[in-house]
């Protein structure tokens, strides 16, 4: 069965400091997508990045950049420069298929707070 | 091109009512997902509807239940409600290329 471990549940840093969110999962398939997203406190899952089994590039999109490691099935997420409005839950999510279009299993997510 | 809709925002209901909560997925998205995510969890996968018809369930009872409508709108029924089911309930907009894209989400409130 396939699982999401998000270890870190609450995590506070200063305003600019990097900070690294981890993510752990579990699945049997070769051929997976995983995705983060974030909940800002009006609720809304906002969808950050998904990422394919076989595609194991990180990714730097602005402050944020990600890095996948098949070798211990980890996808863990750094903010660099943390801004306050980085403050949010981070979710990092599963999906068992070959697009990834179907059911997404969650971790628990860390709630992030970036202090000014 | 508009997002994600859900209506309505909140809702409240007392126990045994039953209550519907509806989604539109994004423009040209023909498969919607709905996930219930209860205060400090991550959302729960319920089911997914595509062409009408529901393709995955998630491990939730019978009391929750779906349509989809021909122009991909989708809904959620929940029966018999129970004071465990207050919860935030979210839909997902899914591509046939794999990307979830969520809407505001419905707060259930179960007095």
């Known amino acids: 069965a396939q699982k999401v471990t998000q270890a870190q549940t609450e995590i506070s840093v200063v305003e600019k400091e990097d900070v690294t969110l981890d993510c752990v999962y579990e699945t049997r398939d070769t051929t997976y997508y995983l995705f983060w997203y974030k909940q800002p406190p009006s609720g809304e899952l906002v969808f950050l990045i998904r990422r394919n089994s076989f595609d194991e590039q990180n990714e730097i999109s602005g402050r944020y950049s990600w890095n996948f490691q098949k070798s211990t099935s980890s996808f863990n997420f750094t903010i660099t420069a943390s801004q306050v409005v980085d403050s949010a839950v981070y979710f990092c999510?599963?999906?068992?298929?070959?697009?990834?279009?179907?059911?997404?299993?969650f971790g628990t997510g860390t709630r992030l707070t970036i202090i000014p | 091109d508009a997002g994600v809709t859900q209506s309505p925002t909140h809702l409240i209901k007392t126990r045994g009512q039953q209550v519907t909560l509806r989604c539109s997925p994004k423009s040209g998205h023909d498969t919607v997902s709905w996930y219930q995510q209860a205060l400090g969890q991550g959302p729960q996968f319920i089911f997914q509807y595509y062409e009408e018809e529901e393709r995955q369930r998630g491990n939730f009872p019978d009391r929750f239940s779906g349509h989809q409508f021909p122009n991909y709108s989708s809904e959620l029924n929940v029966n018999a409600l129970l004071l465990g089911d207050s919860a935030l309930y979210l839909c997902?907009?899914?591509?046939?290329?794999?990307?979830?894209?969520f809407g505001p989400g419905t707060r259930l409130t179960v007095l």
């Open positions: 999510a599963l999906s068992e298929t070959n697009f990834g279009n179907e059911k997404l299993t």
């Open positions: 997902a907009s899914v591509t046939s290329g794999g990307y979830q894209f």
